[in-house]
DNA sequence: TTGTAGGCGTTATCAT
DNA sequence: ATGATAACGCCTACAA
């Protein structure tokens, strides 16, 4: 009963009469093989119950149809998003997606890709352009394709699809500036190795400065991804360098634990205090007041990564760069500063 | 710059001096080379920017070191949990995950399972006891070992790492019925191949029928995953069928959509409904009041069975069903029956 | 301790 | 339209 190994293709080929070339051929779809022949072939392979071997396909074809990802953990929403529209688009196309994760390591990341590539993808999808500085070059000698996502290459010879977060952080604060908060704290994303984290806290400094306003080292608080980190954060500020009238979230989950962290608090948002996030997850927009914040087209991004992928693996050409639209959404949680 | 091929083993073998098989055994570490051979091959491994192939190795070896999970959308923070904690547990251990998701379609779970054997993974985790009928009998051809996740299987003879729902849904019930409640609402989550949500449903029909309560069937909605289907699903529930004093979710997002339904609408919660949910994602915690919800082990679930099918790849025995706990969390959102 | 050679299951290039 | 057969890159008895 359990004894006999799969099927081969030569198992095939013998039952269905024919040379292990025909059969393989039969089940590519080849054109040079009579329909009726290949209409046997794929019978005996349903009766065998054949599985063609990959391994050995991708030996031989020297494709594997899988692409990797080197992703962030798949619990922050947004790559949750992205992974799950990369999976998706991918599968339409005969793709598998081969997923590593890590903890915002460069080593790991460096180590996860290497094992991506022994794995014989046949492209890759990053994220942002922090990395470990062996990382370009092993994907220069591998010569794969492969997506930054997330973030757009300053040099420009990188293919990306991902937005600025300088920019888009700037429009966040141009907002609050112009509701007339001159008082800023600034949650930020942990910015070791996140240019994204990074760019935003930059963008939102730049902004502040074009307007003489100076953020003091007081008012900026890092911290882990998480909703509670943003609690935890709002407290902070609150008690070691109060008098802030805006606060600007690196993160929809860190701004949304500061919003939490105030309405514990009884304080009046936007009234007493305004609260701005970044990315727009699905949460931002269902708390009363919703959330004030920059939409990041996750989803997007990832079918977009994946599109590109597919496109260059079929041959054909694609921009080098695609910039991803990132509005403010203004919704209930920044008002103008109190009087 | 770019047009000679990626070294091969031989390349390496050449350079060194050695034979291709000493090349081999070098590079798996074994005892049997000379050590300052061993350093030499790792030297030129290094020098020449050498990865091994690992369609050839698994051809070779029908090992690929590589663990397929078919999973429900990673938006789903549960299964993001589960999905980090086992591409963790499994790169650990020097495998990777090969991830395939789908809608919840049983259709696309078989043919995703399909794709996943088919690119030679050498073990598999599922999520739950509902599929196609072509589902098993795949995995028995294949001979691959496999884990059954979240679900328990009745039957015994499947491996699995999970938990009754049914019997924490009834915890639920009875914690809701101890604070008075008798009149019920479920929002339940889309019970079509889903037996975690069917189970779920079924046992706070259960809970309740054994204390001679009937739940009517305009009481009872099934909704899609998520804040806003919580949200709309409450709505119509008041809207059809009102009179009601506790509410049970299906699942925390809709149980959390309902909560803030009830803020939006000035319905004081626990004063005048009481809401439990069922998982105990992050943010259950966050809300105030905290949501009574059920303590599902996303993470645990996934790690558990990272390892457990890592030690049978080992040639290890594993119990074959392991459950996990699920204690009820009682927070705010649950309390006395309204006078 | 190292080398030789056969095999892993396909695909693809020749013939026929 | 179909058949032989040589790759594909690595591992692993078996030999030395």
Redesign the pocket.
Known sequence: MTGR??P???DVARAA??????A??A??GS????PE?RARVREIVDMLG????G???A????RSRTVGAVFPPVDNPIFAKATRALAHELSQAGYTLLLASHDYDPQAELAATRALIERGVDGLVLVGMNHHADLFSLLGRSALPYEITWSLDPGGSHHCVGLSHRLASIRVVQHLLDLGHREFAVIAGETAYNDRALDRLVGAREALVSRGIELAAARVVEAPFGIAQGKAALSHLLATAPGFTAVVGGNDPLAIGALLECRARGIDVPGRLSIAGFDDVDLAAELTPGLTTVRVPSAEIGSRAGQRLLARLAGKRVRRSEEMPAPLVVRGTTGPVPA
Request: hydrophobic letters at 40%; aromatic letters at 4%; glycine letters at 4%.
């Open positions: 190994q799969n081969k293709l030569s009469g024919v040379s292990l070339a025909t393989s051929r089940l590519a054109e040079l093989v009579r022949t054949y599985l063609p071997h391994a050995a396909r030996l031989a074809t020297r």
